[in-house]
């Protein structure tokens, strides 16, 4: 848990009861709390499964985290054997070939792109929960990463999950994927811009309203 990110109090029980339930499921590498679904369901539980690892607020296994590299000392002979995962788009395997790139060559400072590495190469799964359990509350000039003021990542509402439903499956959700892929991982210009203008607005009302 980052010191910018607030969870919902029933974020540490999601986790505790995940991590105890999922245990000996390797594929199983990841339970994040964040939802960047803006409301939408997913699948017939408390939670799905994605191939995104979400890092505002999450919990894994010693089994999973061992498989951390931060230096992808793998990356170029698996781009040559084009094994770096499972990709729900073209664009998404696109971009995030570029980040690891990034990474590899040191080019960008962070850990979060090697964490998804190692989860994307093991054909790993995350669990993300059907309502957001952190805000992320560090989005201003001064941050390290979250610098815009404008991101419609910033101050997501959070909220209480208490007795939990296991979905009937496990395999991910490339819809939801797909969905936040194109509304906040790599938007188009146009995207960005409608993006930028609801923010800008849902803060002048609120400034009204006050």
Not at 111 to 131: E, F
Request: glycine share 6%; with cysteine; proline share 3%.
């Amino acid at each position: 848990m980052e010191d910018d990110c607030l969870p919902d109090v029933s974020f540490f029980g999601f986790c505790a009861e995940l991590l105890e339930y999922y245990r000996n499921n390797k594929r199983i590498m990841h339970i994040g709390g964040a939802n960047f679904q803006d409301g939408k369901v997913r699948g017939d539980g408390s939670y799905y499964f994605s191939t995104l690892a979400h890092i505002w607020g999450w919990a894994t296994w010693k089994r999973a985290w061992e498989k951390f590299d931060v230096d992808l000392l793998s990356f170029t002979e698996r781009l040559k054997q084009d094994t770096l995962g499972v990709f729900p788009s073209l664009a998404m395997k696109r971009f995030w070939i570029n980040k690891f790139n990034l990474a590899y060559k040191k080019a960008i400072d962070t850990w979060d792109i090697q964490w998804q590495y190692a989860v994307s190469t093991n054909n790993g799964l995350a669990i993300i929960p059907n309502r957001n359990l952190v805000s992320n509350i560090g989005f201003h000039r001064n941050a390290t990463h979250t610098v815009s003021m404008y991101n419609l990542l910033a101050n997501i509402p959070t909220f209480f999950i208490n007795e939990l439903t296991h979905p009937s499956s496990i395999a991910p959700d490339f819809h939801a994927d797909v969905y936040s892929f194109k509304k906040y991982f790599s938007p188009t210009k146009m995207r960005k811009l409608f993006n930028i203008l609801s923010v800008w607005l849902k803060n002048k009302i609120g400034q009204k309203l006050s």
